[in-house]
């Protein structure tokens, strides 16, 4: 139990649609990252969320956005899907003290028809 | 350029028995942590053991430890005495810089399957 929890689990849309999807994290966890993990490979980073502010990204283009808010929330939000978007979508966070462990949650399963 | 290279698709263990999942990195930054994560196809990472490179002992968790070699760039893990619930994916992962595992670089992991 990490205390990372993800929403929705699954959900299915079509090719130039809009998503978003939420992450909630324990209290006190102030960074949050977003990974995308197509099948068959390990987790690629999206972006970083620190104090509400964007300050890390991967190699994902413009249409991968975020937010981060106050209450430890964050969102995920893909425009004009594309089906190589298909793929789990993992939140993850940490206190900004700690060096080690990042928290993941079970993650958001994205197909894009 | 930073990498993360696991080399074994799969691995079968039996039960009870030690396993050794490999994994080699490339980076010239000198500060850097490694870390594994346990993948079940609930899809949940679950952090398993971080070992940083200023680190002179491996890190050990429990069942889990470390073999790290510097020189060579290796940070393999050896899980013992195996169980059932061992089964899923292992992901080896990296971070760079002293300010920890803001985002982690993985490869692209190994699937274990425990043999009763």
């Known amino acids: 139990e990490t205390g990372v929890t993800q929403s929705p689990t699954h959900l299915i849309k079509t090719r130039g649609q809009q998503v978003t999807l939420r992450c909630s994290s324990q209290?006190?966890?102030?960074?949050v990252s977003w990974y995308q993990q197509a099948l068959g490979q390990g987790p690629q980073f999206i972006f970083q969320y620190y104090r509400e502010e964007e300050n890390g990204r991967g190699n994902f283009p413009p249409r991968f956005s975020g937010l981060q808010f106050p209450n430890y929330s964050s969102e995920l939000n893909v425009n004009a899907l594309e089906l190589d978007d298909s793929a789990l979508y993992l939140c993850?966070?940490?206190?900004?003290?700690?060096?080690?462990?990042?928290?993941f949650g079970e993650g958001s399963r994205l197909t894009v028809l | 350029a930073q990498k993360i290279t696991q080399t074994q698709p799969g691995m079968f263990v039996q039960e009870k028995e030690a396993v050794t999942l490999d994994c080699t990195y490339d980076?010239?930054?000198?500060?850097?942590?490694l870390f594994w994560y346990k993948q079940p196809s609930s899809g949940e990472m679950i952090f398993l053991i971080y070992?940083?490179?200023?680190?002179?002992q491996n890190a050990t968790e429990g069942r889990y430890s470390l073999n790290f070699q510097k020189a060579r760039k290796s940070a393999n893990l050896v899980i013992s005495a195996s169980q059932l619930g061992d089964s899923a994916m292992y992901f080896c992962?990296?971070?760079?810089?002293?300010?920890?595992?803001?985002?982690?670089?993985f490869g692209t992991g190994t699937r274990l399957t425990v043999i009763p």
């Open positions: 209290s006190g966890h102030n960074t």
């Open positions: 980076t010239s930054d000198p500060s850097y942590g």
């Open positions: 992962a990296m971070s760079f810089g002293r300010t920890g595992a803001n985002n982690l670089f």
């Open positions: 993850a966070s940490k206190p900004l003290d700690n060096t080690g462990e990042l928290f």
């Open positions: 070992q940083g490179s200023y680190d002179q």
